[in-house]
């Protein structure tokens, strides 16, 4: 892997009649994972984080080979440095936000896994909720605490699998505004068209279980432009 | 009632529940999280003892806990006595038997914890212990009471079990159950009808219990 490349990933996969083999690299901080449904994006999520084994991968975040099936390293979902966002926040119930935020950092001394919540807890403006479970937030207000949970154990990448389908414009541009400020490199799963054009991205374009273009997102989907201006303007 | 009776059935129920929970839950976690096909045969194990009819588990237990076998002898020399007709015995047996009562409430409460949650907890570094003690626990703590309260009103309520491994030792092996058969064996029907009637309000009373939680717990899912 080159300097400056910040992931590197092979993956095959056969399910019964899917059939995924991607081959990629994320040089961008902000990549988008661009497919229609059932184009295997959250799969290669799942491959990447270590909850789906593939039948033969390799992966690579930084310098550390986190998975590499044929000479059988396959590093267990906590040790990779990668964090993940399902589509549906996936808060434990029985705790609250800020306990919930503060799950993955087990092992660091108390004054500072409070410290790394409470940043955590300004930095998505959610102080006012740390005190509350997650029954007694809103969509979007799990979300956040989802994010932040994530991003606690500073991973050295961030998955999204399109965690902002039930937010409004404006706090999914407020949310995507805060991530691009920390620097944390993000690669992120959209079907839509005006996500990736709008946030002057990498693209992955996926389809079928193959990936079809990768690089700017405005040149990948240049040849969508017509449809994302008719989006845009509806 | 007989409060010696009552103390034994009462100290067996409770020793038998507390030392269920304690083999229950690891168990539970086991048949929950393994792939392996052992998993078929440690489910029927763990589930045989509610088919077995109780004087047939009773008896291999006593032949068990006899002279005759190894465990038996071994366990005569370290205590100088023999397993069965103790209190020990009964505990023992009662454990064997309502294993089920145990197993499977706690299997069920950890297979209804949502997997997304339990892969969050492995996204975010938690080892098998914390991933047990820190989110199926308290996420499973309904169908662990719900054990602990089958276990006990199990065990209060035994018969067979409790009659071929512990025979009918007043203040050591006697319980309420063995009580109501002697006192119907000599004819003291009011007395065999109040300790069967304690016996009725235990089971009520539990079941009521059980009952209240379920129907908390599915308004507490509607909210």
């Not at chain 1, 690299?25 to 449904?37: C, H, I, N, P």
């Not at chain 1, 926040?89 to 896994?113: M, S």
Request: charged share 20%.
């Amino acid at each position: 892997m080159t300097e400056g490349q910040i992931l590197e990933a092979a993956i095959e996969i056969q399910r019964g009649s899917f059939a995924l083999r991607v081959h990629f690299l994320l040089r961008s901080s902000w990549t988008v994972l661009f497919g229609a449904s059932g184009a295997g994006k959250t799969t290669v999520l799942r491959v990447l984080a270590g909850l789906t084994q593939p039948n033969r991968g390799s992966v690579r975040v930084g310098k550390n080979q986190i998975l590499d099936t044929d000479r059988k390293i396959a590093l267990p979902p906590g040790k990779r440095g990668i964090g993940l966002v399902p589509q549906q926040a996936a808060l434990f119930p029985h705790l609250r936000a800020r306990d919930n935020i503060d799950f993955g950092l087990a092992g660091f001394k108390r004054p500072i896994r409070q410290e790394r919540v409470q940043e955590l807890l300004r930095l998505f403006e959610i102080e006012a909720l740390a005190e509350r479970k997650p029954r007694q937030l809103s969509g979007g207000e799990r979300q956040r605490v989802a994010i932040a949970q994530a991003l606690a154990p500073s991973p050295e990448l961030l998955l999204l699998d399109e965690p902002f389908n039930a937010l409004d414009a404006a706090s999914r541009a407020a949310i995507i505004e805060k991530l691009r400020r920390i620097g944390v490199p993000v690669l992120y799963v959209s079907h839509d068209l005006i996500d990736a054009w709008q946030n002057d991205a990498d693209a992955i374009l996926l389809d079928s279980g193959r990936v079809v273009a990768q690089g700017q997102a405005r040149t990948i989907l240049a040849p969508h432009r017509d449809q994302i201006l008719r989006q845009l303007q509806t | 009632m007989d409060v010696q009776t009552l103390s034994v059935t009462l100290r067996l129920a409770a020793v038998t529940t507390a030392i269920l929970l304690g083999l229950a839950i690891p168990i539970a976690y086991w048949i929950t999280s393994t792939r392996s096909r052992l998993r078929a045969l440690v489910e029927a194990i763990t589930t045989l003892p509610i088919l077995l009819p109780p004087t047939v588990l009773g008896f291999y237990l006593l032949v068990l806990l006899g002279a005759r076998t190894g465990f038996g002898r071994v366990w005569i020399r370290l205590t100088g006595h023999p397993l069965a007709f103790t209190f020990a015995g009964l505990v023992v047996g009662s454990v064997i038997y309502s294993l089920p009562f145990a197993v499977q409430p706690i299997v069920a409460g950890f297979s209804g914890v949502d997997v997304s949650i339990i892969e969050q907890a492995r996204l975010l570094g938690a080892s098998r212990w914390r991933l047990l003690h820190s989110v199926l626990l308290p996420l499973s703590a309904r169908s662990i009471g719900a054990a602990a309260l089958l276990c006990f009103t199990h065990t209060v309520g035994e018969f067979g079990v409790v009659l071929m491994i512990g025979g009918d030792i007043p203040g050591a092996t006697r319980t309420l159950s063995i009580a109501v058969y002697d006192q119907v064996q000599d004819f003291a029907y009011t007395a065999a009808n109040r300790t069967s009637l304690f016996l009725v309000g235990i089971s009520v009373v539990s079941l009521a219990i059980l009952y209240t939680w379920r129907g908390a717990y599915a308004e507490a899912r509607h909210d």
